[in-house]
């Protein structure tokens, strides 16, 4: 089993904090764990797998709370809150950056949305991340800065950015390519695209003629 799946799922389920109850003095690390298991952290979309257990669960909130991405509050009446730090959010957004996905569409408009970027040196690692990211979702790399995508994604785009924080360094735009066979082929290869999508332009284009 995957460690990423059970922090991600414990990371969702105290997003709103949890409340409970210690029958001692000790703080319920167990008793949270427990009650991810068999509650909140078997929710979807995020369901845990089939051989998470408490114990798993258990092991990774205190990694979490070591690590300062949970905290921990006492109510007093041996009552404790579980939240999520400013740090537990952030590497939560980056679990759902890692989830963002252009929405499938079922027909090519022929248009091609092309993203640019100018990131300063300073900002580098944003910079590959971003690159990495753009090759993940399935865009073709025209140029180091230029990347070119067949179906509208200018609300995932702005997700992504807004996420890394580089808004100011990037533009989207739609519009049409000439000679543009080359791509087709890459996105029908990458069944991004059909094959009737492929020839299209071609058969429009000796009708006309």
């Given at each position: 089993m995957r460690k990423s799946v059970v922090v991600k799922g414990v990371l969702l389920a105290l997003v709103g904090g949890v409340?409970?109850?210690?029958p001692g003095a000790a703080i319920p690390l167990g008793a949270l764990a427990k009650l991810l298991c068999e509650a909140q952290y078997s929710a979807a979309p995020y369901k845990a797998p089939e051989e998470s257990d408490p114990e798993k669960v258990r092991q990774s909130i205190y990694r979490l709370r070591k690590n300062e991405y949970l905290?921990?509050?006492s109510l007093g009446g041996k009552?404790?809150?579980?939240?999520l730090t400013k740090k537990g959010k952030k590497l939560l957004a980056r679990y759902h950056f890692s989830d963002f996905k252009i929405n499938s569409q079922k027909r090519w408009d022929g248009l091609w949305r092309m993203f640019t970027f100018d990131i300063p040196e300073k900002k580098r690692l944003l910079r590959d991340s971003l690159r990495k990211r753009l090759q993940e979702l399935g865009f073709f790399r025209f140029q180091k800065s230029v990347w070119i995508y067949p179906f509208e994604c200018a609300e995932e785009m702005r997700m992504v950015c807004e996420f890394l924080e580089?808004?100011?360094y990037t533009i989207t735009f739609t519009g049409k390519i000439n000679d543009d066979y080359l791509l087709r082929k890459h996105f029908v290869y990458k069944r991004i695209l059909t094959k009737s999508d492929l020839w299209k332009k071609a058969m429009a284009e000796t009708q006309f003629n």
């Open positions: 409340v409970l109850v210690a905290k921990i509050k009552k404790f809150k579980f939240e580089i808004q100011p």
